[in-house]
C-alpha cells in the first residue's frame, strides 16, 4: 500500500497552548486531512483531533511549542489501514451502547416491527398496531385512513372515500318535499304520485296503499314514501307488479351519453325500510325497449330497520337514450314482480324487465315498505361510490317539479271575450293538459310558458297544468 507523502501547502498559526490551527494557502478538508493525522513543526508533533475547514483545524492536546505565525508546517497521514482500525473503532463505540444486541435477541415474525422500549432496550410490534394504511384495521377498501394529529399512526377509517361518483343528482324531489297534488293522501290506485314524479305501478289483485309520510331519516329529512300491503297476494300472475317509479327528463340524462360508447355509469343510492327479502332495482330507457335490474336484500337482523343501498351501474351503449324534453330514463324500485317482468340479474336486456329472478315476492303478506334519500349520480371515473350527502333547497326541488305539474287555485276566468293570457309561473317541459274551469271552459294558444282561458261565466277556478311524462 503506497504512503502518502506529507502535506505541507501554505503556512500556519497556532498561540502557545492554544488548539486551534489556522492555515494561509492551504487545502486541508480538500486534501482529506482527517482526525488522527499528525501536525509537525520541526521536532513537535501534535495529533489533529478534527478538521474544521480548508484552513482550520483542531488539535486533540493544547500546542506545546512557541508561537507560530506564518510559519511553514508538515501534516502526516495516518497509513490507511490505522485509518481503518480507527473508523471501525469509532463505529463499534457508537454501536456500543446495547442496541445491536438489542436487535440480535428479537426472533424475527411475519408482520413483526422491531420498536425501542428504551435505551438497549427493543421489542417487536404487530404491524397493525403501528396502523396499515392497506387494509383493516385502518381503513375499508378505497376510504383514506384516519390519522393522529401528533405520531401520524393510522388509528381508524375515516369513512371518506378517495374517489366517488359526482354531485350531480338526476333525480328530481328526491328527498320527497313537494307534494303539489296529493300532499300526505294515501291511495291504492295505479300510478298515483305520492310526491312530485314519484308514483307507483300495481298491478295486483292484492291492496295496497302507497302515501307520503312526515317520518324523519338517519340523513334528516322530512318525509318518506311508504308502500303498505294490506291484502296479500300469493300468487303473482305473470303480469303483475308493485314498484315505485320516478320517469327522469332525457335533458337531465344527456351528460351521460348513453347509447354509445363512451358512456357515463351511474350510480344509485337510497333508504329503504321492509320486511326481510331480496328486492330489485330497474333501469330502463323511455321507450322501454332496453332495461337493467340488480337486486339487493334486506337480511334478518335488518327487517324492518333502515338501511341505504349502493348500486353501482353500468352504462348502456346499445340502445335509444332521449336526451330531449321526453321521457329519457324509468327508474323503479320492485316489491314484486309476476314471471313477464322477471329478467337474469346485472346485465343489459331488451325489453322491460323489472325484476331479478328469484326475488322477494314483496306482496306475499302483510308489511310496510319505505323509500327515502334518493340519489343519482354520474360516475365517470368508475368510483361506484356515491358523493357524500348533500339534500337540495326546497325552492330548487320545487322549480324542478313546477316544470311537470302546477296548480292554479282561486283563478279568475273571464268571459270569451275578455279571454286573458296567463304566464306560467316556471316553464314546463311542453304544452301541459290543462283541467278544471267551469262552464264552457277553454284553454286556448298552450305553450309551454303560457296559455289563454276563457268560459262561459266569469269565476273563481282551480286549474291544473300536467306535463308529465
Not at 502518502?4 to 486551534?20: C, E
Not at 330507457?285 to 339487493?296: E, H, K, P
Not at 311537470?404 to 296567463?422: D, P
Not at 301541459?432 to 264552457?440: A, C, E, K, L, Q
Request: net charge neutral; with cysteine.
Amino acid at each position: 500500500m503506497a504512503v502518502r507523502p506529507d502535506y505541507d501547502v501554505g503556512t500556519v498559526s497556532v498561540a502557545p497552548g492554544g488548539t486551534t490551527v489556522t492555515g494561509v494557502g492551504s487545502l486541508w478538508a480538500a486534501a482529506d486531512i482527517n482526525r488522527g493525522d499528525t501536525f509537525k513543526v520541526k521536532n513537535l508533533d501534535a495529533i489533529i483531533a478534527s478538521v474544521d475547514s480548508n484552513t482550520q483545524i483542531t488539535l486533540k492536546e493544547p500546542w506545546t511549542g512557541g508561537v507560530l505565525a506564518a510559519s511553514p508546517y508538515a501534516i502526516r497521514y495516518q497509513p490507511d489501514g490505522s485509518r481503518f482500525t480507527a473508523a471501525l473503532r469509532t463505529v463499534a463505540e457508537k454501536l456500543g451502547n446495547g442496541n445491536l444486541l438489542a436487535l440480535a435477541g428479537l426472533t424475527g415474525a411475519l408482520d413483526k416491527i422491531p420498536m425501542f422500549t428504551g435505551a438497549g432496550a427493543m421489542t417487536l410490534v404487530s404491524r397493525q398496531d403501528l396502523g396499515d394504511v392497506s387494509g383493516p384495521p385502518s381503513s375499508s377498501s378505497g376510504r383514506l385512513p384516519m390519522f393522529t394529529d401528533n405520531t401520524g399512526k393510522v388509528i381508524g377509517d375515516s369513512g371518506v372515500y378517495a374517489k366517488t361518483a359526482l354531485q350531480r343528482n338526476l333525480i328530481v324531489n328526491p328527498i320527497f318535499e313537494v307534494s303539489q297534488e296529493n300532499g300526505s293522501s294515501a291511495s291504492g290506485a295505479a300510478f298515483f304520485y305520492a310526491a312530485d314524479q314519484w308514483f307507483d305501478s300495481l298491478l295486483t289483485s292484492g291492496v295496497v296503499s302507497f302515501s307520503r309520510v312526515a317520518s324523519k331519516t338517519p340523513r334528516n329529512s322530512q318525509y318518506r314514501l311508504r308502500m303498505q300491503v294490506t291484502t296479500i297476494d300469493t300468487s303473482l300472475a305473470a303480469g303483475e307488479v308493485l314498484a315505485i317509479y320516478q320517469a327522469i327528463e332525457g335533458f337531465r340524462l344527456s351528460s351521460l351519453g348513453w347509447g354509445a360508447a363512451g358512456a357515463t355509469p351511474i350510480v344509485l343510492r337510497f333508504g329503504f325500510r321492509g320486511p326481510t327479502g331480496t328486492y330489485s332495482i330497474s333501469i330502463a330507457n323511455g321507450d322501454q325497449s332496453r332495461s337493467y335490474v340488480t337486486a339487493f336484500t334486506v337480511s334478518a337482523g335488518q327487517a324492518n330497520t333502515d338501511i341505504e343501498v349502493i348500486k353501482a351501474i353500468p352504462a348502456d351503449t346499445t340502445g335509444t337514450w332521449n336526451k330531449t324534453n321526453i321521457a329519457g330514463m324509468f327508474l323503479g324500485i320492485t316489491l314484486a314482480a309476476g314471471a313477464t317482468y322477471m329478467t337474469a340479474p346485472d346485465v343489459w336486456t331488451l325489453g322491460n324487465k323489472l325484476g331479478a329472478i328469484g326475488m322477494t315476492n314483496g306482496l306475499g303478506s302483510a308489511g310496510t315498505y319505505e323509500l327515502f334519500d334518493v340519489g343519482l349520480y354520474p360516475d365517470p371515473d368508475n368510483a361506484g361510490q356515491p358523493p357524500n350527502w348533500i339534500a337540495p333547497f326546497f325552492a330548487d326541488s320545487l322549480s324542478d317539479c313546477l316544470r311537470y305539474w302546477q296548480t292554479y287555485v282561486s283563478l279568475v276566468i273571464e268571459t270569451g271575450t275578455l279571454a286573458q293570457s296567463v304566464i306560467f309561473s316556471s316553464p314546463m317541459r311542453t304544452a301541459p293538459t290543462v283541467t278544471g274551469g267551469g262552464s264552457g271552459f277553454v284553454a286556448a294558444a298552450i305553450s309551454n310558458v303560457h296559455a289563454q282561458f276563457f268560459q262561459t261565466t266569469r269565476a273563481y277556478q282551480t286549474l291544473t297544468l300536467n306535463a308529465r311524462m
